[in-house]
């Protein structure tokens, strides 16, 4: 049997980092610094730079502004993410090996990866996770969890979008973790997010395999 491997980025390096984790094949993280550059920055000219063959690609200027649009919103959105605390995105894109008729070689499947932190007030690691999802509101599958960084919670919940977003009226089921920080005044959210409603004990197993790779130590230096 060949021994799993690793792909380190560039932010292991990073060191002012304080979270560490794992992330399975699959995933392509999202570059928040580089697609939400400061206007008039270094980073806007190169984020222009980049989306211009793109643009120029266009068939024609209906399309060209669909895209400016949509690439818009994809903006807001991460903007919206990044203020309430969002420090890292990324997308899953699967292979759905046995899809809904039973059949393998079924469609692509699509999930959405995020890690937020979020300030909490002082207490016990244990204590912050219980609370972390006891007053949460339609949150189900509750579960308490040792892993190797301390204790931490996970729970589901699954949404509908509302009419007026104009959304596809799927079902998102969203499967969180809540890991404290040793310091005890804050905690990190694990969040995976999915249409593919019936594949949700697959990704609560995804999540359950970062969270437990999760390190506020850097490993890699002992």
């Not at 919206?80 to 059949?103: K, P, W, Y």
Request: glycine residues 6%; proline residues 8%; contains cysteine.
């Amino acid at each position: 049997m060949n021994s799993p491997t690793f792909i380190l980025h560039d932010s292991v390096e990073d060191a002012e980092a304080e979270l560490w984790y794992l992330e399975p094949a699959g995933f392509t993280a999202l570059p928040l610094d580089a697609l939400l550059p400061e206007p008039g920055s270094q980073a806007a000219d190169q984020l222009r730079i980049a989306v211009a063959p793109l643009l120029d690609a266009a068939p024609n200027e209906t399309v060209r502004q669909q895209f400016i649009a949509h690439f818009a919103s994809g903006q807001q959105l991460l903007g919206t993410l990044r203020e309430a605390g969002t420090v890292h995105c990324s997308v899953g894109l699967h292979r759905d090996d046995v899809n809904e008729s039973g059949l393998r070689n079924g469609p692509p499947l699509i999930s959405f990866f995020t890690i937020s932190w979020r300030d909490t007030a002082v207490a016990p690691r244990g204590v912050t996770a219980a609370r972390a999802v006891s007053g949460a509101e339609n949150h189900t599958r509750i579960e308490y969890l040792e892993l190797p960084c301390g204790p931490a919670a996970c729970s589901e919940t699954v949404r509908v979008p509302s009419a007026a977003t104009g959304l596809p009226q799927d079902p998102l089921v969203q499967i969180h973790g809540y890991i404290p920080h040793p310091d005890c005044k804050r905690l990190v959210v694990l969040t995976l997010s999915t249409t593919a409603v019936v594949h949700r004990g697959h990704y609560r197993a995804i999540l359950r395999q970062i969270a437990e790779s999760v390190s506020f130590d850097n490993p890699f230096i002992g």
